[in-house]
């Protein structure tokens, strides 16, 4: 079975490199790493507001400890992130029951 970024790419998904296609692929999946988040300070008011209505993140910060975990179940994406940041503070987010048909 495809997955939803294979289906999205098309023909193009055979160009990404290894680790995206490991990354995006049909099975469950656990990627550890650290992360960098910059954007122009002046879209922080956007994004707090934004934030507040479930978008993904408001606040900078560069080296920080992420885990993205990805689960299959019939056919649907179920994907779960947590930044960590030096204060302390988690931020999760999920995306739930995306079609992988």
């Not at 656990?30 to 956007?46: A, K």
């Not at 507040?52 to 400890?65: Q, W």
Request: glycine share 8%; proline share 4%.
């Amino acid at each position: 079975m495809k997955c939803l970024m294979q289906n999205a790419l098309g023909d193009e998904w055979s160009k990404l490199p290894q680790a995206l296609q490991s990354h995006y692929q049909s099975d469950s999946s656990v990627d550890i790493g650290h992360l960098d988040i910059e954007y122009p300070c002046i879209l922080q008011p956007y994004l707090s507001l934004l934030h507040m209505m479930g978008a993904l993140i408001n606040r900078k910060g560069t080296m920080l400890h992420t885990v993205v975990e990805k689960n299959m179940e019939n056919g649907r994406e179920y994907w779960r992130r947590a930044i960590n940041f030096p204060d302390g503070k988690v931020v999760k987010f999920i995306s739930s029951g995306l079609d992988g048909k």
